[in-house]
């Protein structure tokens, strides 16, 4: 997918730092069971709503505001779109809305089972607020759907060493990252931690 249909939030990881405390517990729940109750079938138009949301992905960047008002508008004529759910989802996230990001990312990732942004983005809702565990397990859930998205990789190997959670699969992570990393910077910071990793375990041998 582009862009413009899916939008992915880890570069506002550090601006939402701020918000961990004020999290409620349960931000992993829904608005419902299921994302397939609330609107007939009939009563979807996922052709408006497909062009709301490319609307909205056109301008997330430049004006917040109207991008969550297109992006509200293609869920009032397509309910089930899960891209426009996760568009959504990356704005109140920026809000620092996580209880209701979480939300909108559990309607996407239902709707989207083949893609990895909407559990990369769940996965980085629950790492904001400090529910490691969680985070870990849904950025493995989007490695298994896409077992090469560079993203998650280095999100999940980010927290992992950050929390101090590394463990069997930590090095090759590592390595993927030192090699692969998306910037100079991750690159440089996998190669460090990588180092550290090596060092560690040989002080740890008899």
Known sequence: MTKRSFTTIATVAAALAVVLMAVPTGCASTRSTSPYAGQSASARDSSRAEALNQEAAGIIEKDQAVAERLLREALAADLYHG??????????????????????????RKLLPGHPDPRHNLALTFELAGRYDDALATYAAALDVYPEHLPTIQAMVRLQVRAGKTNEHTAALLDTVAMRGETREWREWARMEAAKLTEAADHSRP
């Open 83 to 108: 891209a426009a759910h996760n568009n959504l989802g990356t704005l109140l996230l920026r809000q620092g809305k996580l209880y209701d990001a979480a939300a909108e990312f559990e309607w996407a």
